[in-house]
């Protein structure tokens, strides 16, 4: 019998975030340079962030989400894990 070892897929996420009116730009640019950030958007609407998130575990990912929380112009945050 032979067995065959899957290579793990990455942990997907899209934190979805309200920033301050003004300090959108500014709050981008922090996040942009955060470890497992792979694109992070300035958007219109309901929400004024959109940051897609790559990592290998929760705990990685927990990590990233508070910091992201912890920017003082973040307002609120929803986080959705993809599979």
Excluded: F, N
């Excluded at 942990?11 to 730009?25: D, P, S």
């Excluded at 942009?32 to 990592?55: C, N």
């Amino acid at each position: 019998m032979v067995y065959v070892l899957k290579a793990r897929k990455p942990i997907t996420a899209y934190l979805l975030a309200t920033v301050r009116t003004g300090k959108e730009y500014e709050t981008l640019e922090i996040i942009k340079g955060m470890k497992g950030v792979k694109e992070a958007l300035i958007t219109y609407g309901l929400w004024d962030l959109v940051v897609r998130i790559e990592v290998d575990d929760l705990a990685e990912l927990d990590k990233i989400i508070s910091d992201i929380r912890d920017i003082e112009w973040i307002e609120r945050t929803t986080t959705l894990i993809g599979v």
